[in-house]
């Protein structure tokens, strides 16, 4: 069985706006949710800034905000997204049988209270050294229970089967950057076998806090251009000098082609091709001729049954970093060719930052509305070419083309490589 699977229903909760729509148009119009870090003191870290979501209301989205008082920001921002979703679909009330509606996200871990978590260490100090015993006692008397099981990576995927009764495959990946990108592939296999009518996939992550910023500092990934936030952010710009941390979710309703078409949906598109590589190269670094992310975008074209040539646009991972910009631009003409050369590139990633786990679902979500829209958003705060990365990247404004067929690229530390390709529906 090998079942077309297209997508119905799109909602996003992220720094340039807290649905699709809102989204779309903050990106063509080249709009930045880069700012100073709000969510802690950030200024003795040595980035202070992050692309945070703003605005965002939970309590209007759930019937019992206390309910989820417990949770962190990545289920929060799990609920909003997958609730647009799933009322843009229009999909409960065709699902007779709850068991072929399943879950799948790659949505990353929770986070407990740091100033709590700091304060009990404050207190478990004994001769100037953390006293395990001392710390256990505390803990078990201040530390919430459903906070610290909240903080499972699995629990946005279980709040949203609950929220939804979707009794069918539950998933969570958390392979870094690549995670929501891989859980919408996987998702659509699932469908494609026939274990599944209809799945809710995408991604959730907040790492804006203390232990974030700190861990991706260490590894110098973070740009630390503190004079310019907005301008921080410059995807395959000579002057790059690391990504901007960001937030939020992006979800995507999921259905096999034939259920879709029986209740009359409407498709923003179609799921033709999927590519999963790994570099296994090194933790933290990609592979310098770029083989992992050659082999994820050959094997998509592949699966897609696609020349080259066909694609009329690639939403680039595009981190902002120099190893990452360089080597994919490498993977882009070794996987596509001479077709290379005219295939406009771009990274949303300029405005909104990354969002780790969920960034390969909003991104997904903005290929699907290039092609609703035949726009190409840009990459901004492009000015200075670098002779490394020499492709066609949108630079700064956003461009009308017709977008029939689009490939989104999604690389993760650890090596995890995501190709998604999505095409304009034709029956």
């Known amino acids: 069985m090998d079942r077309r699977v297209v997508v119905t229903g799109i909602g996003c909760i992220t720094p340039v706006g807290n649905d699709a729509q809102s989204m779309w148009d903050s990106i063509t119009e080249g709009k930045s949710g880069i700012d100073f870090i709000t969510h802690?003191?950030?200024?003795?870290?040595?980035?202070?800034?992050?692309?945070?979501?703003?605005?965002?209301?939970?309590?209007?989205?759930?019937?019992?905000?206390?309910?989820?008082?417990?949770?962190?920001?990545?289920?929060?921002?799990?609920?909003?997204?997958?609730?647009?979703?799933?009322?843009?679909?229009?999909?409960?009330?065709?699902?007779?049988?709850?068991?072929?509606?399943?879950?799948?996200?790659?949505?990353?871990?929770?986070?407990?209270?740091?100033?709590?978590?700091?304060?009990?260490?404050?207190?478990?100090?004994?001769?100037?050294?953390?006293?395990?015993?001392?710390?256990?006692?505390?803990?078990?008397?201040?530390?919430?229970?459903?906070?610290?099981?909240?903080?499972?990576?699995?629990?946005p995927s279980g709040h949203l089967a609950n929220i939804f009764n979707a009794q069918g495959p539950n998933l969570n990946c958390l392979t870094a950057c690549a995670a929501s990108s891989q859980a919408i592939g996987e998702a659509t296999q699932i469908i494609k076998r026939g274990d599944a009518d209809v799945m809710l996939s995408g991604g959730a992550h907040s790492m804006i806090h203390p232990f974030g910023v700190t861990g991706f500092n260490l590894l110098t990934a973070l740009s630390t251009n503190n004079d310019d936030p907005q301008g921080a952010s410059r995807p395959f710009d000579k002057n790059r000098d690391g990504f901007v941390l960001g937030e939020g979710a992006g979800m995507v309703i999921l259905e096999d082609l034939e259920h879709a078409k029986a209740r009359g949906a409407h498709i923003y598109g179609e799921i033709i091709g999927y590519g999963s590589s790994a570099d296994a190269y090194r933790i933290t670094?990609?592979?310098?001729?770029?083989?992992?992310?050659?082999?994820?975008?050959?094997?998509?074209?592949?699966?897609?049954?696609?020349?080259?040539?066909?694609?009329?646009?690639?939403?680039?991972?595009?981190?902002?970093?120099a190893v990452n910009d360089k080597v994919e631009t490498r993977g882009i003409?070794?996987?596509?060719?001479?077709?290379?050369?005219?295939?406009?590139?771009?990274?949303?990633?300029?405005?909104?930052?990354?969002?780790?786990?969920?960034?390969?679902?909003?991104?997904?979500?903005?290929?699907?509305?290039?092609?609703?829209?035949?726009?190409?958003?840009?990459?901004?705060?492009?000015?200075?070419?670098?002779?490394?990365?020499?492709?066609?990247?949108?630079?700064?404004?956003?461009?009308?083309?017709?977008?029939?067929?689009?490939?989104?690229?999604?690389?993760?530390?650890?090596?995890?490589n995501i190709s998604l390709i999505f095409s304009k529906y034709e029956s």
Do not use: W
């Open 40 to 155: 802690f003191d950030a200024s003795h870290f040595p980035t202070k800034f992050a692309a945070e979501v703003r605005n965002f209301d939970f309590d209007a989205c759930v019937k019992d905000p206390t309910k989820y008082k417990h949770t962190g920001r990545n289920v929060k921002f799990a609920i909003g997204a997958a609730k647009q979703a799933v009322e843009d679909a229009g999909v409960l009330g065709s699902l007779s049988d709850p068991g072929r509606f399943g879950v799948y996200l790659g949505a990353g871990e929770g986070q407990q209270d740091f100033q709590i978590f700091m304060n009990l260490v404050a207190k478990a100090q004994r001769d100037g050294e953390l006293d395990l015993e001392l710390f256990t006692k505390a803990g078990l008397e201040k530390l919430n229970p459903q906070a610290e099981l909240e903080q499972e990576p699995n629990m």
């Open 285 to 321: 670094d990609i592979h310098p001729e770029g083989r992992g992310g050659t082999a994820c975008m050959k094997m998509a074209v592949e699966s897609a049954k696609l020349n080259p040539d066909q694609i009329d646009y690639i939403n680039a991972h595009g981190t902002s970093t």
């Open 333 to 416: 003409r070794q996987s596509l060719g001479a077709a290379a050369d005219n295939i406009p590139v771009s990274s949303i990633k300029s405005m909104m930052g990354h969002l780790i786990a969920a960034a390969g679902s909003v991104e997904a979500i903005a290929c699907l509305l290039a092609i609703k829209y035949n726009v190409i958003p840009p990459t901004t705060n492009y000015e200075t070419p670098d002779p490394n990365c020499d492709l066609d990247y949108v630079p700064n404004v956003a461009r009308e083309k017709e977008v029939n067929i689009a490939l989104s690229n999604s690389f993760g530390f650890g090596g995890q």
